[in-house]
């Protein structure tokens, strides 16, 4: 298939966004944008924010670049506070979390290679708001959108 992309121009604070347990999240680009090649998405993540479970992915790259406030990363043994202007890339096979402890709210971008990986969160705020409570009782139901997002827990390792 010859796919003839597009150039993609937003405005600051344009984009579909989705809400999700508090984060608001906006798609500047994602996979059909880039021919599958990568996404790009915002996040706004509320004070305290705990962010996802430790995990890793077999095949997606992450990088993250801090707008404002601190975003913790703890990657395998080894933690980072960023703070506004700070980057992180995370390879493939790295065990890697991300919170907002701080009593302030933080802005920062995540990069994944490649695209698709922006769908899990389509995928996990439908069924958020179909649970009559979160964490769900049966933890299948996200354990098999991990597996379809290429994302695994530590003891899958």
Known sequence: MNT???PQLL????GPTLTLMGVELCFKAVSADTAGAWALLEYNAPPHFKGPALHWHKVTHEAFYVLSGVVTFSLGERVFRGEAGSFVHIPAGVLHTFSNPDHAPARFLTFVFPGGFEEYFKELAALAQSEPTWPPQDMGKVLALYDKYDTFLPEAR
Do not use: E, G, R, Y
């Open 4 to 6: 003839k992309l597009q």
């Open 11 to 14: 405005h600051p604070n344009a």
